[in-house]
C-alpha cells in the first residue's frame, strides 16, 4: 500500500528507504490487521486492561466497556489490577467471581513491591498488547517497569474525588527489554473511551461472552435481554452464572448505544 493511501500511525510496519546522508523517507505503509480510532494506533494483538485493587476503586464501567471494545476489535483482552499490597477488602476475590465466567485472564500484582508479575509478563511475551484503564491505577509505573526505566511520567492519585491524574501525554510503542518481539502501546486519556460507531445496541451480548453463550431465550435473536419473559440470560443473572455488575455494565452500554442510534438515525 502506497503512502499516500494511508495516513501512518503507531504500530504501523513500513518501508523505509535511506540516503547516504543518513537521512530516511518513509515509502509505503503495509495493510492493517486492525486499528483503532481513539487513540490512534495500528496491528494490536491484545488489549490489557488494567484497574487497581484499591486508591482508585475499580471503575466496572470503564472496564467492561474496553473489554467490549477488545472483543469487537477482534483482540483478545486480559485483566491486570495493580497495588495487591493495599486490598484490605479482598477485592481480588469479588473480581474474580465478577470476571471468571467471561474468561477473561485476571492478574492481580504489585507494582511498588514488584510481586505477582510474572504470570503477566508470560502473556505479553511475543505479543504487541495496548494498555488501557483508568487513570490512577499505576500504567505508567507498570510501563516503567517493564522498560526497566523512567519511560513514561508518573502520578499520584488526586484527593479529590480520587480517580488520578493522566500522565501519558502521546501514544508510544515501547519494546519490552528482555522478551522477545514484546512491545506496549501506551495509550493517553483512556478514562473515557467512546464505543466502536460500528457496534449496534442489538448486537452488544455478542461481545460480552458469558451472554454470547446463552441460548434459548423465548425471543431470540431478537432478545435484548432487558424486559423480556423468558430471557435465557436474565436467568442465567439470577442463578449467579452471570455476575450482576457484568449485567449492569451491560444494560449501561446497551442504553448508551441505543442513545447514539436514535441520535445519528
Wanted: charged share 25%; hydrophobic share 35%.
Amino acid at each position: 500500500m502506497q503512502l499516500s493511501d494511508l495516513t501512518p500511525v503507531v504500530g504501523d510496519r513500513v518501508d523505509l528507504s535511506y540516503r547516504e546522508d543518513g537521512d530516511g523517507a518513509l515509502e509505503s505503509v503495509y495493510p492493517r490487521k486492525n486499528s483503532l480510532r481513539r487513540p490512534q494506533v495500528a496491528n494490536v494483538d491484545q488489549m490489557l486492561v488494567m484497574g487497581a485493587l484499591a486508591e482508585p476503586a475499580p471503575n466496572l464501567l470503564l472496564i467492561d466497556r474496553l473489554l467490549v471494545t477488545a472483543d469487537f476489535l477482534g483482540l483478545d483482552a486480559l485483566l491486570g489490577f495493580n497495588k495487591a499490597d493495599l486490598d484490605s477488602s479482598d477485592a481480588a476475590a469479588g473480581l474474580r467471581t465478577i470476571y471468571r465466567p467471561a474468561g477473561y485472564p485476571l492478574f492481580t500484582f504489585s507494582i511498588r513491591q514488584e510481586q505477582g508479575l510474572e504470570g503477566l509478563l508470560q502473556q505479553l511475551q511475543g505479543k504487541v498488547t495496548v494498555l488501557a484503564g483508568q487513570s490512577g491505577v499505576g500504567k505508567s509505573s507498570l510501563i516503567n517497569w517493564l522498560a526497566g526505566e523512567k519511560t513514561a511520567e508518573t502520578g499520584r492519585v488526586s484527593r479529590k474525588g480520587g480517580t488520578g491524574r493522566h500522565t501519558t501525554r502521546h501514544v508510544e510503542l515501547l519494546p519490552l527489554p528482555g522478551l522477545k518481539d514484546s512491545y506496549i502501546v501506551d495509550t493517553p486519556g483512556f478514562s473515557r473511551l467512546e464505543l466502536p460507531e460500528e457496534l449496534e445496541a442489538v448486537h452488544l451480548d455478542q461481545f460480552f461472552p458469558e451472554m454470547r453463550m446463552r441460548t434459548g431465550c423465548r425471543f431470540a435473536p431478537d432478545c435484548a435481554h432487558l424486559a423480556e419473559p423468558g430471557c435465557a440470560v436474565k436467568e442465567a443473572v439470577q442463578q449467579d452464572l452471570i455476575a450482576p455488575e457484568r449485567y449492569q455494565s451491560y444494560q449501561a452500554l446497551h442504553q448508551e448505544l441505543k442513545e447514539l442510534e436514535r441520535r445519528y438515525y
